[in-house]
């Protein structure tokens, strides 16, 4: 059983640590500053949490095959930057950890969309890797 949703647990049958990623303080501070989405991903394109705005913002509007490209992106850049900080493939991804909701909020993103546009096996193997990665993110930003 795993306590996921506290940077600082162990996976009591020992499994690995939570994966942590470092602060996006470029696109970070461009967010909180009031930059559009659009032009903190054209600035930083590795930004996830970028990406997974412009995806929120399509899903708002019910682009949903717009929301789609842009969650897709911000999934893979933030699979990148999962793997740079040392994660295997599976293992906590803590939503407590503020730098980790990019990539969280892009994955509920994709998830939402690919439900949207019917990709129903996607849909349900990506509510399994948010639920897997952090319950708590699910929580947060609702259901698929």
């Known amino acids: 059983m795993s306590l996921t949703g506290s940077p600082s647990h162990r996976d009591l049958l020992g499994g690995p640590p939570p994966t942590l990623l470092p602060d996006e303080e470029g696109p970070r501070a461009l967010l909180e500053g009031g930059a559009p989405p659009v ?10 949490l970028a990406w997974a705005l412009l995806a929120q913002e ?17 999934y893979h850049r933030g699979l990148d930057a999962l793997r740079r900080a040392g994660w295997k ?21 994709l998830g939402r969309a690919a439900a949207a546009i019917e990709e129903q ?20 930003l609702g259901g698929l």
């Open 121 to 140: 096996d996607e849909a349900v193997r990506i509510r399994r890797f948010l639920d897997d990665s952090d319950p708590a993110a699910a929580q947060e």
């Open 39 to 48: 032009e903190v991903a054209a600035a930083h394109p590795t930004s996830s």
């Open 89 to 109: 493939g599976h293992g906590p991804v803590p939503w407590s950890h503020e730098p980790n909701r990019g990539f969280l909020r892009s994955l509920h993103a």
């Open 58 to 74: 399509a899903l708002q509007r019910e682009a949903v095959v717009e929301a789609y490209a842009y969650a897709r992106t911000g």
